[in-house]
């Protein structure tokens, strides 16, 4: 870095001619990274997609079995989260450090409050028997309005095997995501961002906002699609 | 003439005292490095070792195939070695090897940048390779893997005693590396392109790593997940793929070949856009239908995304879906077949020197036409069905993959060779090694072709004694290929001491990356360059003259 880069604006790269391009730059590589990530999960929704419509009764029968007041709370939490940061975005912008670093480590608590839901959730899992594996047992039966339909355990089991992974990569998402914010709100109670210069700040909320939209096709997907009471 | 040299000139023979290559000397000032050329330097020396060593693997293979009995190896070693020889070649050595060698250093060249956007993240994804590369080979020397290189399920998952999840995992943070050389280059090409170099000015080489880095993002995702999915269920005996617990073994074939196929492009896509380069240069002349060669790039991606199902003709997919997957593999020759025209289109009435990396866009030309039309082969159910899992594939796509790819990548290192070292290689050493690797390839690969026909299925150590004659010509072949291949490392070494001085453009080419020093500075360009022609003007630039003498020093 030489004087003359400190002098104006000391987050210019020096390979950038000006800050605009390091801004466009900056958002275009962060939207796609999304598009990889949309890819990434694509592949399990995929999976999810043929074995429901192979196996409807057991994926039904699965569904019903989830905890849908922890997944609808953690819904809730997430959707709140989602608003937190929109507001750290816009504290950004108007150079409010204080109140910038407030709603950053709201939504660190925000995520990690799913987290820990997502954790009991768990537990209840093991406690029902509902983990693939050796110990998996699975004795429900699909209720097909008033019909009781026998469910194949190994088509349950596979139910239960999609919503470990899919939930088990989003709560990773989530892991990296509170990580992330966290350094943001150290970053930003350093007084790292300004009015002028808040990318940072700007594409980790385009992050936290995908992995909250990625659960808003799972929550339905898993917990909702085939409940009929 | 309309061209405005941005840059002070430097005399010919005269390399720059301050260039990137002396821009400080110690092992931190390269492993910490954000400079694209530098990075450049480092994936080349370990994209070359991973190179030797599915080199090695692939002549223990040729070893053992010499005669019909097993006697060099057993079945379950040469499972491990062919399946070594397959994931180091394609993971470690295929896909990275024209963009993240010729396309770290001269993108950002091309484009007039100083730097490529994100010059950390390019670091990192170079930091990946190699963690990749030490877990797969920590995997490797653990008693490696047996699974193919394609990991087909439910024997990867539930039945191999392998090293499954150790190089899956290898494959997966590989994958990473490469989305963000990818990422990277999206998002130089689209931001950092120097003032007056529109979409349609750009070098098709920059065009055709573009759309490579299309299907990066988009198709690598998909092999990580696929990747993630088989280590789960090899470690938490989940059923996604295994039939006994009610998956579907076929869903794994479809998610790997998604990725698997359009790597495919990702691979000979960057070769394409180096001879690209070379041809117009080597004939003086203006590329033919410019345009249509660099939107064939984008085609090729496109198409490249929805053939990936002509793999799974035999794995009980069903008739219609076979049906439309032959034809799209059909449509997807189309733009592959522009650019052969054109590229011949090019030389016609050209002014031709036969410099080796010319020699090397000829090979090209030739042998990727054999493999896209054998190609055209295998896209057709009947011929297809006869032929899979045979010699006759592995013969394909090695005319593809080794005729195509590392014809490209050896065609662009010699001709960028004195832009990336500021000297020459010995022309007579490398036109002798260029006809070494031509007659070595069709001596190994063209024997395949027939042995696949006659019925020899591929990945057994044994075979029936009258495959014999083939396999020991394809096995002469492998060896004078090993020649062709070691002589350049050696006489390429020699030429950073003892080559004679390039100067800036030795070639009298057109392109940004000749309009600065050889070896460039640091950051590229002492100005940024203002565009004011069109790509491949070679009717204005004048010819290079003979080179001088070499200079000792």
Not at chain 1, 32 to 37: A, G, Q, S
Request: proline share 5%; charged share 10%; net charge neutral.
């Amino acid at each position: 870095m030489t004087a003359d880069h400190e002098a104006h604006n000391p987050a210019l790269l020096h390979h950038f001619a000006d800050a605009q391009q390091q801004k466009n730059a900056a958002s275009l590589g962060m939207w796609l990274f999304l598009v990889t990530e949309i890819m990434f999960f694509g592949g399990m929704f995929c999976a999810y997609l043929i074995y429901r419509l192979a196996y409807f009764n057991a994926f039904a029968a699965g569904s019903q079995q989830l905890n849908i007041w922890m997944g609808g709370i953690n819904t809730a939490v997430l959707i709140v989260s989602s608003v937190t940061v929109v507001l750290a975005v816009k504290a950004a912008e108007a150079g409010k450090r204080k109140l910038l670093t407030g709603y950053l480590v709201v939504t660190v608590l925000l995520g990690m409050t799913f987290l820990v839901i997502k954790g009991f959730e768990y537990a209840e899992k093991f406690e029902k028997h509902h983990v693939p594996g050796s110990t998996f047992n699975f004795t429900e039966k699909f209720d097909d309005n008033g019909k009781q339909i026998d469910v194949n355990p190994k088509e349950a089991e596979l139910f239960f095997s999609l919503y470990f992974v899919m939930t088990g990569m989003h709560a990773l998402h989530m892991v990296i995501g509170c990580g992330l914010f966290s350094t943001l709100a150290v970053l930003a109670w350093k007084g790292h961002f300004t009015a002028n210069y808040f990318t940072p700040i700007e594409n980790g909320g385009l992050y936290w906002h995908l992995v909250d939209i990625i659960w808003i096709y799972l929550f339905p997907l898993l917990y909702l699609i085939s409940r009929h009471t | 003439m309309a061209i405005k040299a941005a840059t002070p000139v430097i005399p010919a023979n005269q390399v720059p005292k301050l260039n990137y290559l002396t821009n400080g000397y110690g092992l931190k000032s390269w492993l910490l490095t954000t400079d694209h050329k530098r990075i450049a330097i480092l994936y080349l020396i370990s994209v070359s070792a991973f190179f030797f060593l599915g080199g090695f693997f692939a002549m223990l293979i040729r070893l053992e195939l010499l005669t019909p009995e097993g006697d060099l190896m057993q079945a379950d070693t040469y499972n491990k070695v062919f399946t070594m020889h397959g994931i180091v070649m394609v993971f470690f050595f295929l896909i990275p090897v024209v963009p993240a060698i010729l396309g770290n250093f001269v993108l950002p060249l091309m484009v007039g940048a100083k730097d490529l956007a994100f010059p950390r993240i390019n670091l990192l994804s170079w930091y990946l390779y190699i963690a990749a590369g030490v877990l797969f080979l920590h995997c490797m020397l653990s008693g490696g893997v047996d699974t193919g290189w394609t990991f087909y399920t439910p024997y990867s998952t539930a039945a191999s005693n392998t090293n499954v999840i150790e190089a899956g995992l290898a494959i997966f943070i590989a994958g990473f590396s490469s989305i963000f050389t990818g990422l990277n280059f999206i998002v130089t090409v689209h931001r950092m392109r120097a003032p007056g170099l529109t979409w349609s000015r750009l070098p098709l080489f920059i065009w055709s790593t573009y759309a490579t880095s299309l299907v990066m993002i988009l198709g690598t995702p998909v092999i990580a997940i696929t990747m993630v999915l088989v280590v789960a269920e090899r470690l938490l005996h989940l059923g996604i793929f295994d039939p006994n617990l009610g998956g579907d073994p076929v869903l794994f074939q479809h998610l790997f070949w998604f990725y698997s196929h359009p790597a495919v492009y990702i691979m000979i896509l960057p070769s394409m856009g180096v001879i690209s380069e070379i041809v117009p240069c080597f004939a003086r002349k203006r590329v033919f239908g410019y345009k249509f060669v660099a939107l064939s790039s984008v085609a090729i991606a496109v198409f490249g995304f929805l053939v990936w199902a002509h793999h799974l003709f035999v794995a009980g997919i069903s008739l219609y879906a076979a049906l439309v997957f032959s034809f799209l593999s059909f449509v997807v020759a189309v733009p592959s077949a522009i650019k052969v025209f054109n590229w011949t289109a090019t030389l016609y009435k050209g002014s031709i020197t036969y410099a080796t990396p010319m020699l090397y866009a000829f090979g090209f030309i030739g042998l990727f036409t054999i493999g896209g039309l054998t190609g055209i082969m295998l896209a057709t159910i009947g011929v297809d069905v006869h032929v899979t899992d045979t010699y006759f594939v592995i013969a394909h796509f090695h005319y593809v993959m080794v005729g195509g790819v590392l014809m490209g990548y050896l065609g662009g290192l010699h001709f960028w060779w004195p832009k990336i070292t500021g000297r020459m290689y010995p022309e007579g050493w490398a036109k002798l090694s260029a006809l070494f690797v031509f007659v070595g390839f069709n001596l190994t690969f063209f024997p395949q072709f027939i042995l696949g026909y006659l019925g020899m299925p591929r990945r057994y150590w044994q075979y029936p004694p009258e495959y014999q004659v083939l396999n020991v010509l394809s096995t002469a072949g492998a060896s004078i290929l090993a020649v062709g291949y070691l002589l350049p490392m050696i006489y390429l070494l020699w030429s950073l001491r003892y080559g004679p001085l390039a100067g800036d453009n030795p070639w009298g080419a057109a392109g940004l990356e000749w309009k600065t020093a050889s070896p460039p500075p640091t950051f590229n360009f002492d100005e940024t360059p203002v565009v004011t022609w069109e790509a491949y003007n070679y009717d204005e630039i004048p010819e290079p003259k003979e080179l001088e003498a070499p200079v000792a020093r």
